[in-house]
């Protein structure tokens, strides 16, 4: 059953506006954001540099100077982290450095970088789906260092239509695959093609099956929200988002786009 036979009995209006604009958001958004962020984080450092200088020379130069290096070394990590990042995403090259450890860049950036985006007027979810456009690409641009041969796919469980009771977060094999939603297509296809299959109903379970089963690469599909904190949760683990369809409202009866699923295995087995 495909997103449209799935989702077209539900689909509201309201929702064809998000559909649309979730289409054609670019990268730009969050990276520009991080820039920015950059920039304020830059200028509050030096801001407080002025304001405590006088007072560092008076106790010794040497603090002074300590101090102004310490500045000036976080400025530059940053700016070279944020660089790779764009570079990276941009040109699909991977340039990342150093491999397999977490991003002090984004981890920093990304609160003041959300901060900013509300107080512009930027739907919040609008720059959690560049985010995750940005992450795909920084995760394709990686290929060379992946290995495909042990793919989790997680789903949430909100896929699971609502009058179903069978309990999938134990066990996906509890699926009566009875095509009312995707979820039993889509462990058919986990397992024709040799994947774990996973339903979880958060970020906590979500970890926990990372950890359990230290995957290659991971297909998750989730709203950006979840996506978002946990691919910054689980990083250095290579991450391919699919944002869900969310036709009836979040976390009840939401949809995905069977073609981006199977994109982002595809990536991870080839």
Known sequence: MTKVQ???RFLKPSLVKELGWRAVWTKFTFL????ISLFIFIAVGALFYFLINIRLKTISIWIDRAALCFLLCCGLVLAGGLLLITLSSLTGIDLL???KKRSVTVKLLFPIATTLSRMLGINRNALMTSFVKVNNALTKSQKKRINGGHILVLLPHCLQIDVCNRKLTTDVNNCMRCGKCPVGQLITMGENMGLKIEVV?????ARKKVAMFKPDGIVAVACERDLTHGILDVYPFPVYGVINDRPNG???NTCVDMKLVEDGIAFFKK
């Open 6 to 8: 799935t989702c077209k």
């Open 32 to 35: 520009a954001m991080c820039w």
């Open 97 to 99: 450095y150093p491999h």
């Open 201 to 205: 109903n958060g970020g906590t379970l």
């Open 250 to 252: 979040p976390c009840y």
